[in-house]
C-alpha cells in the first residue's frame, strides 16, 4: 500500500500573540511544530504501515525551514518526505497550495490513501484537504475519528456536532484526520538519529519540477484576500450566578427561562 | 572546542522531555506513594528505543552516543527519578558490559532482547561487600560444563522485574579481585531465585530485591570475558554507571529547581511573591549555578567516555558533583516551600528522598573521592 501523509508546519499557537495594533499574528520567536491534525494522519498511516505493511510518504509545501517538520515524521516512522519550496509558493492561499499539492501527488505516482489532518491550527481554514480530493478527482471523507481498510475499501467514523455517520468509499481516497483518530507516538531514538542527520531522506521540489506554470500557484493564483484580521471580542460574562440549594438553583433557572420565553 | 549539543542530542532532549511531561510526570507521585514498577513505562521506552539506545543498530539499539544517553536519563529523572534510575541501570550496568565484554554469540543472544523486551539487572554489591566490592563470597565452581553459583547479591535494581542478570562471583579466592569473574544469569535458572524486596526511602517504584543463589548451574558459555577478568568488567561498567547516576542526579536537581522557580513566584507572604526576597533569589542563583556546574561536569565525562579514553575519574567527579548537588538542590527548595515542602501534595519531599540514593548507590560519594584521589596520586 502507498500512503502519502500531508502535513504542515505551524506557529505553536498556545504561543502565539496578536499585534493589538495590527490585527497579525506576531510570529518573531515562536516555536515552530507539526500541525496537531497532521500527527494524527501522519499516526494512522504509520499504524497501517506497523500492520500491513505501507510505504509512508510525507509531503508539506513551505519555506526550507518546513524540512525540519518533516524530520520530525521521518523520526516518527515515515519513509521519505518532499518538500515543495520555492520562492513562487509564497503568498498561496488554499487555492494554490492545493493546485502545487496536486500536482506533487502526480508527480510521486500511483497512491492507495492520501491521510492529512483536518486543518490547520493557523489557518483553520479545513479547505486543503478537500480540495486537493477535487483536483485529483477521488473520493474523500473528512474528519475520521476511525479508519480500517478491508482491501481496496475504506471504513471511517466520520465525527459531526451531533454524533458520527459511517461512511466508505473505495481507494484511492483521501481522508481528513481529527485528535479523536488515535494517540499519535514519540519518535524514536533511532528515528532521531536517522533524520537528523546527514542523510535525512527529503526531496525538494520547485515549480519546475512540478511541471505547472508558476502562474498558477503564489500569491497572485490566490483569489482568497484577507482584509483584516482581528482577535474577536472576548465573551461578557453571564449576567449573574446563581446560588442557594440545586432545587433553588434550579427553580430560579426555570423561572428565569420562562421570562425570556425559552420555555 | 564546541559547548554546543548536537541536532540530535536537541532533539533527543525534546522528545524524551516531553515523553516525560506526558507518560512519566503524572504517575510520579502514585508510583512512588505505592511502590508500583512503571511497567507501562518502560514498555514505552523500548517502544521509542531508550532501553539500550547506546547499543549499535545490528542488536537493534539506535547506536546513540553518550550524551544523547546522559540527557535521556535526566529528563526522565527530571520528572521521576525511579524511572530515570530503571533505565540508568538497563543500559549502562547489563547492556554495556554484554556488549563489551561479550561473545558474539553472547551478543546476539542476549543484546537484542535487551533493546526488545527484557529488562537487565546487575549484581555486584553483596551483605558484606559494599564500598569493599573485592570482598565477594559469592563463588562459582567449575563442574563440567556449567559454573555452579552459590551465595547471595542485596539491593540489586531492576531484580523482580528483569530476565537477564550480569553478577559476579569467586571462580579463584586465592587470587583476590584477580579471582573475580563475571557471569550472565537468566531469570528461571535452577537455583536462581529472588529474596527480599526492599522498602526503600526513595525511588520507591524502582524494584531492588535480594538475590539468592543455591547450587545455580550456568552454562560455560555465560561465562561473560575471562575467568578473572570480572572486577575489571565491574569496574568498568560502572564508569558508565556513573555517567548514567550523575545525569540522574542532574535531573533530579533540575526538576527540584523548577518546582522551586515557579513557586516562589506565585508564593505571597508579606504581601509580595517570595521571589521577591534576596534570600530567594540568592539561594535560586547559588542553585542554578551549581545545577550547571554539574550539567557540564555530567556532559564532559560522557563526552570522555564516548571518545574511549580512560574516564574513571571524570565520571567520579560527575557523579559526586552531581549527586552532592542534587542532595543540596532538594533540600533547599523544599525549605523554599516552607511546611508545604514537607507534605506529599508537593514534589519536593520525593524529590528530596529520591537525592538521597544518587550519593550513596554505584560507589557512595566517598568511593568516589577514592577514585578521584587515586587518580590524582597515582
Known sequence: ?263 | MHLQLTKQQEIIRQMTADFSAREVRPIAAEIDNTETFPMQTVEKLFKIGVMGMNLPREYGGAGADEIAYAIAVEELSRACAATGGIVAAHNSLCCWPIWKYGTEEQKNKYLPKLTSATIGAFGLTEPNAGTDASAQQTVARRQGDSYVLNGSKVFITNAGVAGIFVIFAMTDKSLGTKGISAFIVEKGMPGFSLGKKEEKMGIRASSTCELIFRDCAIPRGNLLGKEGEGFKIAMSALDGGRVGIGAQALGIAQGAFDEAVAYTKQRVQFGKPISYFQNTRFKLADMETNIQAARWLVYGAAFKRQTGKPHSKEAAMAKLFASETAMEVTTRALQLHGGYGYIRDYPMERMMRDAKITEIYEGTSEVQRMVISADILK
Open chain 1, 1 to 263: 500500500m502507498r500512503i502519502i501523509v500531508c502535513v504542515k508546519q505551524v506557529p505553536d499557537t498556545n504561543e502565539v500573540k496578536i499585534d493589538p495594533e495590527t490585527g497579525t499574528m506576531i510570529r518573531a520567536g515562536v516555536p515552530s511544530i507539526l500541525n496537531p491534525d497532521d500527527k494524527n494522519a501522519l499516526e494512522q498511516a504509520l499504524l497501517l504501515k506497523d500492520e500491513a505493511g505501507a510505504h509512508v510518504t510525507v509531503l508539506t509545501m513551505g519555506p526550507p525551514q518546513a524540512a525540519e517538520t518533516l524530520k520530525e515524521c521521518l523520526a516518527m516512522g515515515a519513509d521519505d518526505a518532499v518538500l515543495l519550496s520555492d520562492r513562487a509558493f509564497a503568498g498561496s492561499d488554499t487555492w494554490a497550495t492545493s493546485n502545487a499539492l496536486a500536482a506533487a501527488v502526480r508527480k510521486l505516482g500511483g497512491f492507495d490513501l492520501i491521510l492529512t489532518g483536518r486543518q490547520a491550527i493557523d489557518g483553520d481554514t479545513a479547505q486543503v484537504g478537500p480540495q486537493l480530493a477535487e483536483r485529483l478527482d477521488i473520493a474523500q471523507i473528512t474528519y475520521a475519528q476511525s479508519l480500517e481498510i478491508d482491501a481496496d475499501t475504506v471504513r471511517c467514523q466520520r465525527l459531526l456536532e451531533d454524533g458520527y455517520e459511517i461512511v466508505e468509499t473505495k481507494t484511492p481516497a483521501l481522508i481528513t484526520a481529527i485528535k479523536e483518530l488515535n494517540r499519535p507516538r514519540y519518535m524514536s531514538i533511532r528515528g532521531i538519529y536517522d533524520a537528523f542527520g546527514e542523510n535525512a531522506n527529503i526531496k525538494v521540489w520547485g515549480v519546475a519540477d512540478l511541471g505547472i506554470d508558476a502562474s498558477q500557484v503564489g500569491l497572485k493564483a490566490s483569489p482568497t484576500s484577507v482584509n483584516r484580521s482581528f482577535s474577536p471580542p472576548p465573551k461578557p460574562k453571564g449576567k449573574k450566578m446563581l446560588d442557594g440549594t440545586v432545587d433553588e438553583m434550579a427553580g430560579a433557572l426555570a423561572a428565569e427561562l420562562k421570562r425570556l420565553h425559552v420555555i
